[in-house]
C-alpha cells in the first residue's frame, strides 16, 4: 500500500492550515456582518468563534491518532463504518471541487473591478489553479513553504493596514445593544463559513513529521484566525459608517483607502492575491491527498493512488484534480455554473463535515472531558443547522441520501458475491 513521506513539519503545517482556513470569506464577510448588524456585528463573529471550539479539539484528537490522508472519511470509516467513510469522503471531494474554484473566482473578480481588467475575471483562476497544481506536484514541503511566504506578506498586509486605520482614525467602540433573532442567525450562519477549514486540513495530516503537534497547529492557527478577523472588524468600525454600500462588495478597499490613501488600491490587490493563492495552493495539495486516499481505499480508481518514487507525492491525483478545478473554475467564471451555488454547496458540506467528525469523535472517544466535547459538538451542530435554513438541510439531506445509496450498494455487492 502506497504511503505519504512524512515531511511536514510544525511550523510549516501551521501555515498550511492557516492557508486553508483564510479565504475569500476574509475579503467580504468581515464587511457584509458590518453592514448588517453595525457595531454589533461582533457579537456573531465571537459565537461562531467560541463554538467551533469543541469541533476543533475533535478533529485535533483524531488527526492525533488517526493521521491518514483521507482524513474525515477515515476517521467516520473507524467509527461509524464502511459506508459512512465512503459517503462522507465523497461529499468532502465535492465539497473541494466546488468550493476551491468558487474562491479562485473570487479573487478573480476582485481583482477585474478594482485594476479595470475584465479579463482577470476568469484569467486569474486559470492561473492560480495552475500555479497550485505546480506547486502540488513539488510536494507538501514546497508548497508549505511558499505558503509560509504568502502568509506572512498577508499578516504584514492587514495588521498595518488595521492599525494605521485604528490609530489615524481613532477607535470606535463596539456596541452591546443585540440584534434581532433573525439578523443574527442569518449573519451567524454566514460568518461560520470563516471558521470552517480545519477539516480540510486534516487531508495533509499523513504527511506531518509528528501527530503530536497536531493539537498545537490546530491551536495556534485558531488563535490567528480569530486575530485577524478581530482586527479587520476593529478597523471597518473605525474608518467607515455601516450603511456604507461598498462594505458589501469591497471591504478590504475601502478600509485600505481609509488607512493608506492612494496606496489603498495596490495593497488591497496584493492582499486579495496573496490571500487566494496561499488558499488555493493549500487547498489543491489537501484535495490531491484526500483523492489519493480515497483512492488507496478503493473507493476512487487505483492510478490515483500511485506515488512518485523520489518522494512519495501523489502526482497523478494532483494533475487528476487540477485539471478538474480548472475546468469548473473556466465555467463558474464564464457564468455557465451558477457561482453563487458553488459557495453555497461547498459551504454546507463542509459544516456536515464537521458534525460527521464529531460523531466519530463521541464513539472512539472516551471518558467525561469527551462526553462533555461530545454534547456541546451536539449542541453547535443543531443550533447553527436549524439557523441556517433550507440550504443547510439540503447539505443534510444530501448527505442522508448518499449514505442510503452507499450502504444499499454495498448490501448487494455483498449478496452478489455469495
Given at each position: 500500500m ?7 513539519g510544525g511550523?510549516?503545517?501551521t501555515?498550511?492550515?492557516l492557508s486553508?482556513?483564510?479565504g475569500s470569506?476574509?475579503m ?14 461582533w457579537?456573531?463573529w465571537a459565537?461562531a468563534a467560541?463554538?467551533?471550539v469543541?469541533?476543533?479539539y ?9 493521521p491518514?490522508a483521507?482524513?474525515?472519511a477515515h476517521y467516520?470509516e473507524?467509527a ?8 462522507s ?7 473541494l471541487?466546488?468550493?476551491i ?29 495552475a ?7 513539488l ?6 513553504k511558499?505558503?509560509v511566504?504568502l ?6 498586509l492587514v495588521v ?13 467602540v463596539p456596541?452591546?445593544?443585540l440584534?434581532?433573532f433573525s439578523a ?6 454566514a ?12 487531508f495533509t495530516?499523513?504527511?506531518h513529521?509528528s501527530?503530536?503537534?497536531i ?5 495556534a492557527?485558531?488563535l490567528?484566525?480569530?486575530a485577524?478577523y ?6 471597518l468600525?473605525?474608518v467607515?459608517d455601516s450603511d456604507d ?7 478590504l478597499l475601502?478600509?485600505?483607502?481609509r ?14 492575491v ?7 495552493c ?5 484535495l490531491s ?6 483512492a488507496?481505499?478503493?473507493y476512487?480508481p ?18 487528476a484534480v487540477g485539471l478538474?478545478?480548472?475546468v469548473?473554475?473556466?465555467l463558474?467564471a464564464?457564468g ?12 454546507g458540506v463542509y459544516?456536515?463535515?464537521y ?13 467525561a472531558?469527551?462526553?462533555?466535547v ?11 443547522t436549524?439557523?441556517?435554513g ?5 447539505c443534510w ?6 449514505l442510503i445509496?452507499?450502504?444499499l ?6 449478496v452478489?458475491?455469495?
Amino acid at each position: 500500500m502506497s504511503e505519504l513521506r512524512k515531511s511536514m513539519g510544525g511550523v510549516v503545517g501551521t501555515f498550511v492550515a492557516l492557508s486553508t482556513i483564510l479565504g475569500s470569506g476574509m475579503m467580504i464577510l468581515p464587511g457584509t456582518s458590518y453592514h448588517q448588524l453595525g457595531r454589533s456585528a461582533w457579537m456573531p463573529w465571537a459565537i461562531a468563534a467560541l463554538s467551533v471550539v469543541p469541533l476543533l479539539y475533535c478533529y485535533a484528537w483524531l488527526g492525533r491518532r488517526y493521521p491518514a490522508a483521507s482524513g474525515v472519511a477515515h476517521y467516520s470509516e473507524v467509527a461509524l463504518g464502511p459506508a459512512t467513510g465512503r459517503t462522507s469522503g465523497m461529499l468532502a471531494t465535492f465539497a473541494l471541487v466546488t468550493g476551491i474554484p468558487a474562491t479562485a473566482i473570487t479573487g478573480g473578480r476582485y481583482l477585474a473591478e478594482f485594476s479595470g481588467a475584465p479579463a482577470l475575471a476568469w484569467a486569474f483562476p486559470v492561473v492560480v489553479l495552475a500555479a497550485g497544481t505546480v506547486v502540488a506536484c513539488l510536494g507538501a514541503n514546497v508548497s508549505g513553504k511558499l505558503q509560509v511566504t504568502l502568509l506572512l506578506g498577508l499578516f504584514a498586509l492587514v495588521v498595518c493596514t488595521a492599525v494605521i486605520a485604528i490609530g489615524s482614525h481613532g477607535p470606535a467602540v463596539p456596541s452591546t445593544s443585540l440584534p434581532g433573532f433573525s439578523a443574527l442567525g442569518t449573519t451567524l450562519t454566514a460568518v461560520y463559513v470563516a471558521f470552517t477549514g480545519w477539516e480540510t486540513v486534516a487531508f495533509t495530516f499523513e504527511e506531518h513529521k509528528s501527530s503530536d503537534a497536531i493539537p498545537r497547529i490546530f491551536a495556534a492557527s485558531y488563535l490567528v484566525v480569530v486575530a485577524l478577523y478581530a482586527l479587520l472588524l476593529l478597523g471597518l468600525f473605525a474608518v467607515v459608517d455601516s450603511d456604507d454600500p461598498t462594505l458589501d462588495s469591497a471591504p478590504l478597499l475601502i478600509l485600505a483607502e481609509r488607512a493608506l490613501g492612494d496606496l489603498g488600491r495596490p495593497v488591497t490587490l496584493l492582499l486579495v492575491v496573496a490571500t487566494i493563492t496561499a488558499n488555493v495552493c493549500a487547498s489543491v495539495l489537501a484535495l490531491s491527498r484526500l483523492v489519493f486516499g480515497m483512492a488507496r481505499s478503493g473507493y476512487l480508481p487505483a492510478s490515483l493512488s500511485r506515488v512518485r518514487e523520489r518522494d512519495a507525492n501523489p502526482v497523478t491525483s494532483v494533475v487528476a484534480v487540477g485539471l478538474v478545478l480548472t475546468v469548473i473554475a473556466v465555467l463558474g467564471a464564464l457564468g455557465l455554473v451558477p457561482f453563487e451555488a458553488l459557495f453555497v454547496v461547498s459551504g454546507g458540506v463542509y459544516f456536515v463535515l464537521y458534525g460527521v467528525g464529531a460523531a466519530a469523535f463521541a464513539k472512539l472517544a472516551d471518558g467525561a472531558r469527551a462526553r462533555v466535547v461530545s454534547v456541546l459538538c451536539g449542541v453547535t451542530v443543531v443550533a447553527v443547522t436549524l439557523l441556517a435554513g433550507p440550504p443547510m438541510w439540503l447539505c443534510w439531506a444530501l448527505f442522508a441520501v448518499v449514505l442510503i445509496g452507499t450502504t444499499l450498494f454495498d448490501r448487494r455487492r455483498q449478496v452478489s458475491r455469495r
